[in-house]
């Protein structure tokens, strides 16, 4: 699609689902060979639309995530090109087998999309908020993993999905009205990270929806003195580990996901600094290895520490 | 044909015999054989020099436990070489004790995860129609046991729901599961009304009855899947492995392999 500022405005205001039915739309328009299928959440993934002008490539397998995956394998197999949307703990932990056997293992290139991922449905509950995706999702061999910062760059990911003959897990964060990240468009490469702001104190490596976050928590601490570097880690498999190595001259590197701290970026960069000798501190923000109290999005991320002010105040105490 | 498959179950013999004190499943390949012969070599469209031709008809093993029977039938086709049978659970073979992807030499998946196999049977089956390949059909092996799944039955209503005609589900229905019979962990009966219930067309054979299998596999299944429950003897050929749940996976020492070997070259 063409990127202009009307664009960038709808999709904004569709949020992360809405994108995904509209973008997904677009493609299998042009390429026949692409599929849509949810397990009883058509409107909720955004393919209203798409079920109705695409029907011959729109499967609705009831509320059967697991049956869903096998299914959308067997097609990835004869060629076609399988998107998967459900809740991204659905898709993710309940399907954990199907995908190590199914994508992992036969290395078969379906598209995962894990739809609401983080603490945007939080007054759902423990059983609707994901933050333990990543961490499984990146122990599988082959995946892709595309986590983008805002809608734009969900779009860049899907197309990119579309495109490259591998499995993909894409993990969508935000709810309607998702901030803008990018007001332009930009040259997204897979596994390269993007620096969004140069700094040489504090390093912030950030992925999803905590890549708006971490820039207002930059421009914080900025005006108390300090000169703060933002990277947006899109892609969390492969790593860009270059980008990473890069921060190594800050004094101080942080990590900021809408994830457990245990097993997403911030293990992901540990991973990588702990074969660096000297290496600077690395302070992990994410969520705590609890199950979050139910409650909606902003006072989620308010409660558990994941606001610009909570962020920049948290790299203080350090 | 019935050389054929008295020398398909002494490869599969000697295949447990070489996997040495690890053992095989050779119980449930045993109970597979005559399904595995009747598919390949008298039902499906499938030329051993062309294994990945758009035209075949796929066969998903999915109860991949079974894996030997299908060695040793894609050796009697020449996609896997004699000696090569002998590498069976070696370090670097390509022959594991559950089917690796290898669709150069027929292995069409991946499986050994009971109850995945239906599913991508589904998934395949659809793509065959999304292509405008009208004639291959997919055949989905299961074990009865298997089907304690629940995946499997989520596989069977999608399959129902979208009208697959192209898709044939083989239940190797030899009653016996890893633990114990089958009636004495989870009974899947009335098997075939369970089936028929979910919305297939049911067709109930002899599992080692060539010609029962070769009609049961023509039955004309309209608008819906065709599911074969072949009733088999686990062990089937060897008279100490028959119906004996502890020949699921077990050691053949050198008395039993020859004992086996021995009953079988009479046939």
């Known amino acids: 699609m063409e990127i202009n500022t009307q664009n960038i405005r709808t999709l904004s205001f569709l949020g992360s689902c809405g994108t995904f ?10 390429n026949n060979n692409i599929i849509a299928l949810t397990a009883d959440l058509c409107s909720f993934a955004g393919l209203t639309r798409f079920a109705q002008n695409l029907p011959n490539q729109y499967y609705n397998v009831g509320i059967a995530e697991q049956n869903m995956v096998g299914i959308a394998a067997g097609m990835a197999k004869e060629g076609l090109i ?31 999309v894990g739809l609401t ?36 760059e969900t779009a860049k990911c899907i197309e990119k999905a579309s495109e490259i003959n591998a ?8 709810t309607m009205g998702n901030p803008v990240v990018y007001k332009d468009d930009y040259n997204f490469e897979i596994g390269k990270a993007i620096t969004l702001k140069d700094g040489s104190d504090i390093a912030i490596i950030s992925t999803g929806t905590m890549v708006f976050n971490s ?48 097993g997403g970026l911030g293990s992901a960069v540990a991973e ?15 969520t705590q290895d609890e199950y979050i109290h139910a409650g909606d999005y902003k006072y989620l991320l308010e409660s558990y520490g994941l606001t610009p002010e909570r962020i920049s105040d948290r790299i203080l105490e350090e | 044909m019935k050389m054929v498959i008295n020398n398909l179950r002494k490869d599969m013999i000697k295949m447990t015999y070489a996997a040495g004190k690890t053992g095989a499943h050779i119980g449930p390949a045993l109970s597979l054989t005559e399904i595995l012969a009747v598919l390949y070599f008298k039902i499906m469209n499938f030329d051993p020099k062309d294994p990945t031709s758009e035209s075949r008809d796929r066969l998903i093993l999915s109860k991949g436990h079974g894996v030997i029977a299908q060695y040793a039938v894609l050796k009697e086709l020449g ?21 690796s992807m290898n669709p150069e030499i027929g292995v069409e998946f991946s499986s050994g995860s009971l109850g995945q196999g239906l599913s991508l049977g589904v998934g395949v089956a659809i793509a065959l129609k999304h292509k405008g390949n009208n004639k291959s059909k997919v055949y989905v092996i299961v074990g009865d046991g298997e089907c304690n799944e629940g995946s499997v039955w989520e596989a069977i209503m999608s399959a129902v729901q979208f009208e697959l005609d192209n898709i044939v589900i083989v239940v190797d229905k030899n009653n016996i599961q890893y633990d114990d019979f089958t009636k004495n962990i989870i009974s899947m009966e009335p098997l075939e009304k369970r089936f028929e219930t979910f919305g297939c067309k049911v067709a109930c054979v002899d599992g080692h009855n060539i010609e029962e299998l070769e009609k049961g596999f023509k039955t004309e299944h309209n608008k819906k899947p065709l599911c074969v429950i072949a009733n088999t003897v686990k062990g089937k050929g060897v008279s100490f492995m028959e119906n004996e749940p502890k020949w699921h996976n077990n050691v053949l020492t050198e008395d039993l392999y020859n004992q086996a070997m021995s009953e079988l070259g009479e046939g």
Not at chain 1, 21 to 30: F, S
Not at chain 1, 219 to 247: Q, R, W, Y
């Open chain 1, 167 to 174: 499995p993909v897990y894409l993990r969508l964060t935000g």
């Open chain 1, 82 to 112: 399988p998107f998967v949307t459900s809740y991204a703990s659905f898709l993710t932990l309940r399907c954990a087998d199907q995908i190590n056997v199914n994508v992992g293992y036969m290395n078969l290139p379906i598209k995962l």
């Open chain 1, 117 to 152: 991922s983080g603490l945007s449905v939080g007054i759902l509950g423990p059983t609707h908020i994901c933050l333990n995706d990543v961490a499984l999702m990146r122990a599988i061999p082959n995946l892709v993993i595309f986590s983008p910062a805002d809608c734009i």
């Open chain 2, 79 to 99: 996609l896997i070489k004699e000696e090569e049978l002998q590498t069976f659970k070696t370090n670097n073979t390509r022959l594991y004790a559950h089917p």
């Open chain 1, 21 to 30: 039915g509209k973008i997904i739309e677009e493609l299998a328009t042009q």
């Open chain 1, 272 to 286: 990588v600094l702990s074969n660096i000798e000297n290496s600077p501190k690395h302070l992990i923000i994410g």
């Open chain 1, 215 to 262: 820039l207002k928590a930059a421009k914080i601490l900025e005006e108390k003195g300090f000169s703060v570097k933002v990277i947006n880690m899109h892609t969390l498999k492969p790593l860009d580990v270059t980008a990473i190595k890069e921060c190594c001259s800050c004094k101080l590197i942080v990590t900021v996901e809408e994830h457990s701290i245990y």
